[in-house]
């Protein structure tokens, strides 16, 4: 089973659906892939999500005996005649238009909230690493050095970019977990502040770009190249928004 026969299978695998041998293929395939994991996790948060956010609504008895009647599928029991009341004034109507509406913005909601958590675990990743002070796996102000460390680590390729001359001096890298995925951390500094720089592949969602303070970080997301970015740094928003560009500009240009 590879990635893309796993996900057709995941909604299924969360109801309890799959027959007993497709569930233990995909079971294997999710042993052995964190990307399919973080995706699984994703579906589970999306509908823990749902469920939380979504209004619930009663149907109506008479909505309940329509259903049941056509399930049934043998016409219904007469019924004494009541009063039938225009379309326009069904509950179940409105239940129904809201639902339609409500999962599409209950989703936006959640890549949002996405969004957010993979920063806020990215400035978890960067405080502990300051807390042990370890904020680099490989020590180096070489940009060749730090991406052959990472390369050596990972299924891909990180842009390492030598910012020097704009004052931005490279100190090194770090791997790092992100929502259970590995990812290359870059770590520069300018003067007295620090900028930790997440990036893996983006290869189902792509960050739209947010800025962020947490915990009195500045956070900065995007995605370029076919990877999400996150910038966590002590920087002021002019200086991180120079850094951003400059890193952006660089990676195009290679
Ligand atoms: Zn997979």
Redesign the pocket.
Same mark, same amino acid.
């Given at each position: 089973m590879? +990635?893309d026969e796993?996900e057709r299978f995941l909604d299924a695998y969360l109801d309890g659906e799959l027959e007993l041998s497709q569930q233990l293929e995909l079971e294997q395939?999710l042993s052995g +892939?964190a990307? +399919?994991q973080a995706v699984l996790q994703e579906r589970r948060e999306f509908r823990a999500f749902f469920t939380a956010a979504a209004p619930s609504f009663k149907a109506p008895p008479e909505l309940r005996e329509r259903v049941l009647a056509i399930t049934r599928e043998e016409p219904a029991p007469a019924r004494p005649k009541v009063r039938q009341f225009p379309l326009w004034r069904r509950p179940w109507l409105y239940a129904a238009v809201l639902l339609a509406i409500g999962l599409p913005i209950a989703w936006m909601v959640f890549h949002e909230n996405r969004e957010h958590r993979f920063a806020r675990q990215a400035v978890s990743d960067y405080l502990r690493a300051l807390f042990v002070d370890h904020l680099c796996d490989v020590v180096s102000p070489d940009p060749k050095v730090v991406k052959s460390y990472l390369m050596a680590k990972l299924n891909f390729s990180p842009p390492v970019v030598d910012l020097a001359s704009a004052g931005y001096q490279m100190r090194g890298g770090r791997i790092d977990i992100v929502q259970s995925r590995r990812v290359a951390t870059l770590i520069y500094r300018r003067n007295k502040d620090v900028i930790n720089l997440f990036m893996w592949p983006a290869t189902r969602h792509r960050f739209t770009g947010s800025d962020q303070v947490m915990s009195g970080l500045r956070i900065c997301t995007w995605n370029d190249v076919n990877l999400n970015f996150i910038a966590v740094s002590t920087l002021s928003d002019a200086e991180l928004d120079r850094f951003t560009d400059l890193f952006r500009e660089a990676i195009g240009n290679r």
């Open positions: 590879n +990635c796993a395939h +892939c990307e +399919c």
